[in-house]
């Protein structure tokens, strides 16, 4: 039963990686466009919130692209 269970998970946990991944490889042509567009709108709205939201949004990239690249643990080694 347990093995069962680890093979259905580890899938699970497969599948997010290569939808991750596929999210990262068809969106980054337009990744520069994008956070040029929303950098501009951002500094025209002069909201305290969309500048909190494009600090999030870039951390949160940087943190997928590690988690992706699984290069955080080879830091540890480092």
Known sequence: MFSSLYAYFS?????GDMLKIAF????????????????????KSKNIF??????FYTFFCIFLFFKINNL???????
């Open 11 to 15: 899938d699970i946990e497969f599948f």
């Open 24 to 43: 990262f490889i068809y969106s980054y042509p337009l990744l520069p466009y994008i956070s040029y567009l929303t950098l501009q709108e951002t500094i």
């Open 50 to 55: 969309l500048y909190y939201f494009v600090f």
């Open 72 to 78: 955080e643990n080879y830091a540890k080694l480092v």
